[in-house]
Structures are given as structure tokens and as C-alpha cells.
């Protein structure tokens, strides 16, 4: 366990719909990365959040945003779905400037289907 | 476009042998290395860190770093049948201690 908590589990919504993904941070840690996992391959960086502000960005479109709240939790929201949207969301929260080797610890993802 | 490559799998060891991954990765000022393993369906879960060419053994895992082929492999001896899973590689960016790149990952099959 890694103290880091992902809701919902699952999810199915249809194309075109929204849908939002929360992620509450180990205790202590004041950094957040989303990432999605398609079937098959590894996880591919989304954004990153660090004290409230973005932090970073991976090749994904504006339709993909995010929030960092005061308590270090943090939102990914998808607007417009596409079937490719499918995926494993991954949340991982880590200590930012604790020095080299700042440690990634992933919640358990959301599943989100789209049909 | 920094990038992690993993040797293709599926692998299959038998039983108590040793299981044999290797990654390399593009990004010359990299400083930190993760291996995860994952297990169908779940999340990945951190084996080890590395940051020092050498070798970092833990149990029966060892990680083993050259900065200059930039090349890290992971090392599991004694295999088990739950050692089968994908294990992921993952690179920091840069000096971006906080934003990794992941590898494919290879999947790993400990026959009994």
C-alpha cells in the first residue's frame, strides 16, 4: 500500500461525454503525475502538478486538464471522449526537491472505458 | 524525443533461475532509474531506485547502472512463479527529478 488513493475504480462513459479523476497524495508528498496506460504498453506522462501549479506537460491535447488543491490532491479531467481515451489513469504523488532519485508511488488507476 | 527501450518480450524462465532485464534509454543527463513491476490489472510498485553506475542489490534483485552505455538492467535470482508480471523501466527526464519517462515493459513468465 502506498497511500495513495485513486477514485473512481472504474468508469464507462460514451464519446463525446467528460469525466473527472481524483487522486488524494501520500501524506507528506507535495507533487502529483498523471499518467495513462493503454492495454499492452507503459505509462505515458500526462501532466504534472506541483503546489498548485502545472508543472510540466506530456503530448496530450488541451482537452486533458488538471487541478492541485492546497491538501496536494489532485483532479485530471477529460472533456470531448474518444474511444482512444480507454485507458488506465495512473496518479503518482513523490516529494519534489528532495534531491536525486525523488521516488514516484503510484495509487491503484482508474479504469475508464469508452464506448 | 528522449526515450526508454526494453528488450521485447514475453520472457520465460523456469523456476529458480535467474530472469534477465535490460533497458536502455536516450537521455544522457538522466540521473535516476526505477524499475516497477506490475501485475495484470493493477498499478506499478517500485523494485528499486538506482542512481550510481554499479550494481544495487536488494534480496534477489539487483539493478545494475552504466551511465556512459546508458544501459540499466534488473537481475532476479531465484526466480518464482510470482515474479511473473511486466516490469517496467522508468528514467527521470533530464534533471527533472520528478517527471519519468517510462519504458514498454517486458513481460516476465516463471514457468514451475
Known amino acids: 500500500e502506498t497511500g495513495v488513493t485513486q477514485s473512481p475504480t472504474h468508469l464507462i462513459k460514451t464519446r463525446g461525454q467528460q469525466v473527472t479523476l481524483r487522486c488524494s497524495s501520500q501524506?507528506?508528498?507535495?507533487?502529483v503525475s498523471w499518467y495513462q496506460q493503454a492495454l499492452g504498453q507503459g505509462p505515458q506522462f500526462i501532466f504534472q502538478?506541483?503546489?498548485?501549479?502545472?508543472?510540466g506537460r506530456g503530448n496530450f491535447p488541451p482537452r486533458f486538464s488538471g487541478l492541485q488543491f492546497p491538501n496536494y490532491s489532485s483532479e485530471l479531467n477529460v472533456n470531448a471522449l474518444e474511444l482512444d481515451d480507454s485507458a488506465l489513469y495512473l496518479c503518482?504523488?513523490?516529494?519534489f526537491g528532495g534531491g536525486p532519485g525523488d521516488t514516484q508511488y503510484f495509487g491503484p488507476g482508474t479504469r475508464l472505458t469508452v464506448l | 524525443q528522449k526515450e526508454v527501450e526494453q528488450n521485447s518480450g514475453p520472457l520465460s524462465v523456469p523456476e529458480g533461475a535467474i530472469a534477465s532485464l535490460n533497458c536502455t534509454y536516450s537521455d544522457r543527463v538522466s540521473q535516476s532509474f526505477f524499475w516497477y513491476r506490475q501485475y495484470s490489472g493493477k498499478s506499478p510498485e517500485l523494485i528499486m531506485s538506482i542512481y550510481s553506475n554499479g550494481d544495487k542489490e536488494d534480496g534477489r534483485f539487483t539493478a545494475q547502472l552504466n551511465k556512459a552505455s546508458q544501459y540499466v538492467s534488473l537481475l532476479i535470482r531465484d526466480s518464482q512463479p510470482s515474479d511473473s508480471a511486466t516490469y517496467l523501466c522508468?528514467?527521470?527526464?533530464?534533471?527533472?527529478?520528478?517527471?519519468?519517462?517510462f519504458g514498454p515493459g517486458t513481460s516476465l513468465s516463471v514457468i514451475p
Open positions: 501524506s507528506g508528498h507535495n507533487t
Open positions: 503518482a504523488s513523490s516529494l
Open positions: 522508468a528514467v527521470n527526464e533530464g534533471t527533472s527529478y520528478d517527471k519519468v519517462i
Open positions: 502538478y506541483y503546489r498548485e501549479e502545472e508543472n
